[in-house]
């Protein structure tokens, strides 16, 4: 069987002409351009995953053909060379990259999801990241576990910050702090520093049973060092409609609150996994002839009910987890080009749905992999990797369902939500 008859496998066209799937910058390239450009990758990356795991980190090959296509400058401001695009454009290229290895595209996710990031700060703090190279890759790890001291100027910390995803390919950091309070009895607030590369160092300790090619690894720093202020960005401003990078990069796709849109980051991967372990069981089902004394030996696994079955709610599984991401993410998109504000009801619902869309990934996922028997599950096989992978996304803080659907419970039952939006 091959995939190009069946077209019900492939993702659908999608539904949405959002904002952010159109380029404000002069000579960039279109976005069916780019997703062109991701979906060539796709056999590179599935031909090279079983190496990116075993090497634990994305390799130096995968990431300059991820920098030749554009993937780095596609949420870069325009005067770093960036196209400006927007996250509608984001979920669709790095899906595009994760059917072929979700580690991988988690590692271009992240590098090109800072560049939004960053172009939210200060602008002194952009012109430190890309003034010097245009092409600087930001890796980060944002709990604000480390307490940063305010000195003359600035901040000094020192500490380690854990799975900075993609850190091995990037030359700043982007760390979560907590930030002595301006007024005496008051709370410490939390946000983020940026972190040079000639300042931290990498402890190679990830190993990990899923998402092993991703690298996430810490980044430690061993003295106090000093961090000039206007490399800070607080939460309270990332969660704004009117972050400090507005002022600078006029785009309204800058002004979206911080987790409004950043978790499809996280999001995408699984979606593009999930979309890969279809078309992988798909091969799967055609090739596989069942073995041994059970009912049924001899046929092909296509033939049995069960699995048609669990195709079926597969695709159906991830259709509807990339509608619900298109649909929020284009709907905050669109508030912003307006002007309007992006109020706590839009950043509940998409919180729940980057969470609900990966819950129904995975399920998908697990479905699947119930139906490959001892043939899917051979180290060659790239179900099964898909199925750690899995596994390894869908307990990611920023997706878990447990934790993310108990603050959206408590916000639609009238209770102070306690999380994160």
Known sequence: MSTDTNQLIHFSAIPFDAPGRRSPVAGAPSIEHLASAA?????YLRQHARETELNRRVSDEATELFRKAGFFKLMQPARFGGYEYGFTAFIEIISELARGCASSAWGCSLGVVHQWVVGTFPEQAQQDVWGGNPDAIVCGSYAP??????????????????WASNVDNSQWALLGVQFPPEEKGAAPSAGFLLVPRSDWRIVDNWHVVG??????????????????????????EASSNQPPGVAVNHNPIYRIPFLSAVPVCLASPMLGNAQGAI??????CGNRVTRGAVAGGGNRLSQFFPVQSRMAEASASVDAARLLLFRDTAEVEQLAMEGKVIDVDKRIRNRRDHAFSSRLCHQAVEGLFSSVG????????????????????????????DAVSSMVGQYLLGLEPKGQY
């Open 39 to 43: 979906r060539e990758l796709v056999p």
């Open 211 to 236: 998402q092993a090619g991703t690298g996430s690894k810490t980044v430690a720093i061993d003295n106090a060092t000093f961090v000039p202020g206007h490399r800070k960005l607080t939460f309270a």
């Open 374 to 401: 001892g043939g899917g599950l051979t180290l060659d096989q790239p179900l099964q990797r898909m199925w750690r992978d899995s596994n390894m996304i869908a307990r990611h803080i920023s997706l878990n369902w």
């Open 279 to 284: 078309e992988a069981f798909y091969e799967l």
């Open 145 to 162: 576990t480390v307490m940063a001291e305010k000195v003359d100027g600035g901040y000094t910390v020192k500490g380690e910050w854990h």
